[in-house]
């Protein structure tokens, strides 16, 4: 089994700059992907940003790519979400997700295993 724990969230202002992580631990090396992925109420879980392990590769969805980065910690089993000039809509809960094969970054359904989630709320 792989746990994943989120932390960091919390109530911030249009425009700051912030980062969550996300630290991995049990079978660890199970996981090739982690992802962070968006849960606003009313509307559909998106990928907001994955990395792989084995080689550098990572996915940004449209509307965050300019401005947040995704960046892991191999040693340490952590994964970091970077968010600038952060906006209202960024609004969500974040959950952290691994994928055993780290296949499909861009499908939610792709994903093994899930952390509890973090809530970022951006108020203007």
């Known amino acids: 089994q792989l746990q994943l724990v989120e932390s960091g969230g919390g109530s911030l202002q249009a425009g700051a700059l912030w980062s969550i992580h996300c630290a991995a631990s049990g079978r660890t090396s199970r996981s090739d992907a982690l992802a962070w992925v968006c849960e606003v109420p009313g509307k559909e879980c998106e990928l907001v940003a994955a990395?792989?392990?084995?080689?550098?590769?990572?996915a940004y969805a449209d509307s965050v790519k300019a401005r947040f980065t995704i960046s892991r910690d191999n040693g340490k089993n952590t994964v970091y979400l970077q968010m600038n000039s952060l906006k209202s809509e960024d609004t969500a809960v974040y959950y952290c997700a691994a994928s055993v094969s780290g296949k499909d970054l861009r499908n939610t359904r792709a994903y093994d295993y899930w952390g509890q989630g973090t809530q970022v709320t951006v108020s203007s």
């Open positions: 990395i792989r392990s084995s080689v550098f590769v990572t």
